[in-house]
Each structure stands twice: as C-alpha cells, then as structure tokens.
C-alpha cells in the first residue's frame, strides 16, 4: 500500500528543462525527508538532491547545484524536482525516496547514502539529446 510515483520525465534538447513529480499514496509525505537519486545506464544509483520535511533544508550534488531545485508541497503530498540548463550527462532513470530526519551532520555530508531511505518509486526516464 506505501507507494512513490514518478513522474514528468521524457525527452528533452541539452539546455532545456524538466520538472519531475513523485507523489506519494498510503502514507503522508509530510513526515519525511525526500530524496532524488539518478542512475544511468552501466553506472551506479547517485544522490541528486535532498529535502528535509518542512522544506526547510536541501542538499544537492555538486553536479547540479544551480541548476536542479528541490520543492515539496505537503498539502498535494508530492515533492517536485525542477531541472534547468539540462545537459546530455544528466540522462538517467530518475527515482525518489522517503526517508528520516537527519542530524545536521548527516544532512550535510551522508544525505545521498541510498541506505538511508525506506521507501523508493520505480523511476522515470529523463533522457537529454539533441
């Protein structure tokens, strides 16, 4: 019955943008930090960005900082990732997850260890080519 799903990723011109959803059913958002994790083909699952349960505090990789902004709306139960100035290197299946508050230590330095979320959606495709 816990679920996270997806959506909004498809095909997009290097430079462009995309907005990826990950709504939630059978729990409520608002009790949880989510993150985004990406994995390309041939390469392992990587931390893309972090939010804490009050929207209060995020984290991103270094590769998308100014460019990826992390968002939730608790009242729609969804978390949303905005990705501008796309470029061919962010093409990966793009999954999100729930997990716990973090220390403030954690928050900064370990929030991208896949371990440390429970819940996880089946992904969605974002794919950047000319």
């Known amino acids: 019955q816990l679920q996270l799903v997806e959506s909004g990723g498809g095909l997009v011109q290097p430079g462009g943008s995309l907005r990826l959803s990950c709504a939630a059913s059978?729990?409520?958002?608002?009790?949880?930090?989510i993150g985004w994790f990406r994995q390309a083909p041939g390469k392992e699952r990587e931390g893309v960005s972090r939010?804490?349960?009050?929207?209060?505090?995020?984290n991103y990789a270094d590769s998308v900082k100014g460019r990826f902004t992390i968002s939730r709306d608790n009242a729609k139960n969804t978390v949303y990732l905005q990705m501008n100035s796309l470029k061919p290197e962010d093409t990966a299946v793009y999954y999100c997850?729930?997990?716990?508050?973090?220390?403030?230590?954690?928050?900064?330095?370990?929030?991208?260890?896949?371990?440390?979320?429970?819940?996880w959606g089946q992904g969605t495709q974002v794919t950047v080519s000319s």
């Open positions: 059978g729990f409520t958002l608002d009790n949880y930090a």
């Open positions: 939010i804490s349960r009050s929207g209060g505090s995020t």
């Open positions: 997850a729930a997990g716990p508050t973090l220390s403030a230590v954690v928050a900064t330095s370990r929030w991208a260890e896949k371990g440390r979320y429970d819940y």
